[in-house]
């Protein structure tokens, strides 16, 4: 009987400790290294703020989340190569905070062969909201609604001349129309209307019809890396026209990256002011992000942030045994989930998850002001 009953007492154990190193697995591609690196290395940060609290409290439903990320250079063909590995290789149940337009583009044939949700992909490409993408949970507004709210503001300021510069590519296209829609709402036409090679960005010829035409506003639609190289060659060709870009530079690492043309530059903002502790979101980060030494949460730490409570809500309504077809139907059933002041709700007709657009400026401080 003492035999039996230690053997018992060994197998729960054992069974135990399976259970504690159970984990769920997570895959994440995107480019740590190249034009975003800065960008995607304060996102990741910021989900980890959240993922990290959630592990230390002993995880989801008794597991813990381990988030693989693979480096994908900012290169939609690795991004696609990455998806398929982190699926069928390392069997992910989820893929989480993917960055860049075309990039998403190449990972979809991915999530639609295997039935893989992917949640928060930090993009705010209209292809990934309408029509509706099965497999594709999007925590953020579009860029097309930052590009639109933009023109508002330089027009409400009484700027007219309004010059529209955007990489050759799905991102730019998309952020084009939304600048467009804003432009035709303030009967207005661009100024300058110039794309750009996103892979080898040359703005030689641009820059001097920039100032030439007396352009007042600049909206750039482009990786950060693009964006600093156009900002200093339109103040070398004698422009001082405002630059205004989009949230997917909302981070420290463009600012700093800008250098002396940093101050007055408008970034749109896809999540509230990070310093604005009204919003339990705003609070919830700053708390976990002193309590890890981690310094200020900027934007694109907060969009992080705010993605990783939607792929935790996924994972807890999903059960013990979180599969690929639970996750995607949990998720589908998320109505009004507030994530601390923003309400996020989906359903399978309807994967937007948040319409919020907001505009800040670079302070002589380096950091961004509203």
């Known amino acids: 009987m003492k035999m039996l009953n230690r053997w018992y007492i060994a197998a729960v154990l054992v069974a135990l400790s399976q259970v504690s190193l159970a984990q769920i697995l997570v895959g994440q591609t995107a480019g740590f290294t190249g034009p975003v690196g800065a960008g995607v290395k304060e996102t990741t940060d910021g989900a980890k703020l959240y993922l990290d609290a959630v592990n230390a409290r002993g995880g989801v439903n008794g597991q813990k989340i381990e988030l693989i990320s693979l480096d994908d250079n900012f290169d939609p063909k690795l991004a696609g190569e990455n998806a398929r590995k982190l699926i069928e290789e390392q069997n992910v149940v989820a893929l989480f905070l993917t960055r860049g337009t075309p990039h998403s ?30 497999y594709v949970f999007n925590v953020r507004a579009t860029y097309q609604r930052e590009a639109e709210k933009a023109v508002a503001h330089l027009s409400s300021m009484g700027i007219t001349r309004i010059g529209i510069v955007y990489a050759d590519d799905s991102f730019g296209a998309d952020g084009v129309a939304g600048a467009q829609k804003g432009m035709a709402a303030a009967k207005l036409q661009p100024a300058v209307l110039e794309k750009f090679s996103r892979t080898k960005p040359d703005f030689g010829a641009i820059a001097p019809k920039i ?117 995607q139907t949990a998720l589908e059933g998320i109505r009004k989930f507030d994530i601390g002041g923003l309400e996020v709700s989906y359903s399978p007709e309807d994967h937007t998850g948040l319409d919020f657009a907001d505009l800040s400026i670079v302070g002589t401080d380096g950091k961004f002001r509203r």
């Open 105 to 134: 583009q190449a990972i979809l044939p991915h999530l639609e062969k295997h039935g893989v949700p992917l949640i928060g992909p930090s993009t705010g490409a209209m292809v990934l909201h309408q029509p509706v993408q099965k």
């Open 211 to 327: 100032s030439q035409t007396n352009t007042q506003a600049v909206i750039m639609v482009a990786s950060g890396q693009a964006v600093v190289d156009g900002t200093k060659a339109f103040r070398a060709a004698g422009s001082t026209a405002q630059i205004v870009t989009l949230s997917n530079n909302a981070s420290g690492g463009f600012v700093k990256s800008l250098g002396e043309h940093a101050r007055g530059v408008i970034v749109t903002q896809v999540f509230p002011y990070e310093r604005s502790i009204a919003y339990g979101l705003v609070k919830e980060a700053q708390g976990m992000a002193k309590a890890k030494g981690a310094g200020d949460i900027s934007p694109a730490m907060l969009e992080g942030f705010a993605a990783a409570k939607v792929l935790v809500e996924g994972l807890r309504r999903a059960g013990a045994n979180p599969t690929r077809d639970k996750i």
